[in-house]
């Protein structure tokens, strides 16, 4: 998960301790929280799988083409208002390129109405200078930009599209009608070297907020994982440069000029230390997936035995309360040895459910990022050929309709990984 959607998750928790009328860290907030799990204060609207771009770092999931039906619009605003009666806050609309819809300037005037945040997740293919006055003057409060590296090249290559100065134009665009910006890049093997050069254009495009995303492995990105996981080497290089940038800019920020935030988080795979899956399972963000299939995280659909629920047929109070997707890995009563007897079970929570399905072949089982875990090995060996600079048996797979297809033949996770 990336850090700023982290930090997010922080800042929405804030706002839950004033509407509960408890400190969120106090005994009292976890007594609470023990019982009953607080409102979803992130709502995640990915209102489409459809994109013009084909990225290798893809989080929609692999089988994004058996899932092609979308939500209506009254359906979309009826999950809004939902939403916000239950609590939640900050609302982002992605995809896929949720510039694809013809209602996203409709259902950001009715989130703004409703009081939520509101984000904009996007590729920037469709943000004409008409899009954006439309979308200002619906209430949108701020745009995530997303670059695939500081080249023409590169930036294309990985996106399989040519749309590098298109998103020039873009941020300029954003920045022309007033909005915050948060220029988001995927960091991997294949651009880590660039870190430098990809700071300077942020720095130099006006970002207010730089997302150093490194590639988190599910979804593409596992598939492609040979191909983009970087060195150890690369990844403290990276860190230098960044520390150096931050420097630079509380510099530059002292003498009276222009502020930038860079968050930059190494992959769990080196750094060795599981992390909470999205702030916690059901605990504080929902996605609602185009279908209306609702989800504690982007690719939880993928685990077996699991029934999640969709806004078609349940709202979103049973869905947050009562349903089993979102109750299953609630707290720590599901865990199993090494999590229930590790000091850091609560802090967390035995990490990424999807990655120990994807790993381990068990979702119940401790996130093999964790040294503690008995599939940890598997973690060990992939930056292990990263290291050793083995040249990966198969190409690089695009995310596409027809690779989504192709792939829904492989019989488990294992196998994708394997590239059997």
């Known amino acids: 998960m990336s850090e700023i959607r982290q930090q997010a998750d922080g800042q929405v928790a804030a706002l839950l301790a004033a509407q509960v009328g408890v400190d969120t860290a106090s005994g009292q907030a976890q007594a609470l929280f023990a019982t009953r799990p607080g409102p979803p204060l992130w709502l995640l609207a990915e209102v489409t799988y459809r994109c ?3 990225c290798v770092f893809c989080y929609n999931p692999t089988d994004f083409a058996t899932h092609e039906q979308e939500l209506d619009t009254a359906s979309w605003l009826r999950v809004l208002r939902e939403g916000r009666e239950l609590g939640a806050v900050q609302c982002g609309f992605s995809g896929g390129e949720p510039l694809v819809r013809d209602d996203l300037e409709e259902l ?3 989130a703004h109405r409703l009081g939520y945040y509101t984000n904009l997740l996007t590729s920037g293919v469709g943000l004409t200078p008409e899009r954006a006055r439309s979308l200002k003057a619906a ?5 995530q930009l997303s670059f695939q590296d500081s080249t023409r090249e590169v930036n294309d290559f990985l996106s399989h599209t040519k749309t590098f100065a298109l998103k020039h134009k873009v941020a300029e665009l954003i920045k022309r009608e007033g909005w915050p910006m948060v220029m988001n890049v995927v960091i991997h093997r294949l651009n880590i070297d660039h870190l430098d050069t990809i700071i300077a254009l942020a720095d130099e495009l006006g970002a207010e907020y730089v997302e150093l995303a490194n590639s988190q492995y599910y979804s ?8 983009l996981l970087p060195t150890r080497a690369q990844l403290a290089a990276a860190d230098a440069t960044t520390a150096a940038w931050r420097a630079r800019i509380e510099a530059r920020v002292a003498q009276g000029g222009r502020a930038m935030r860079l968050f930059f988080v190494v992959p ?3 750094d060795g230390q599981p992390k909470k899956c999205m702030n916690g399972w059901g605990n504080v963000f929902l ?5 209306g299939t609702a989800l504690p995280c982007h690719t939880a659909r993928m685990l077996p035995g699991l029934s999640f629920p969709n806004v078609a047929t349940s709202s979103v109070r049973e869905i947050w309360y009562e349903s089993e997707g979102f109750n299953r890995y609630r707290g720590t009563g599901w865990m199993k040895d090494p999590c229930t007897t590790c000091p850091d079970r609560e ?6 459910r999807c990655q120990a399905y994807m790993l381990a072949g068990d979702p119940a089982a401790a996130d093999p990022v964790c040294p503690k875990s008995a599939h940890h090995p598997v973690v060990q060996a992939a930056v292990a050929a990263a290291e050793a600079g083995e040249v990966p048996a198969r190409p690089m797979v695009f995310r596409d309709r027809k690779n989504s297809l192709a792939m829904q033949t492989s019989a488990s996770p294992a196998a994708v990984v394997s590239g059997s």
């Open 108 to 110: 950001i005037a009715e």
């Open 287 to 291: 996605t609602i997936t185009p279908d």
């Open 268 to 270: 769990d795979y080196h």
């Open 347 to 352: 802090k967390d929570l035995g990490g990424c």
């Open 52 to 54: 013009p771009l084909h």
């Open 220 to 227: 593409w990105a596992l598939v492609n994982r040979d191909h």
């Open 139 to 143: 209430g949108l409060d701020h745009v």
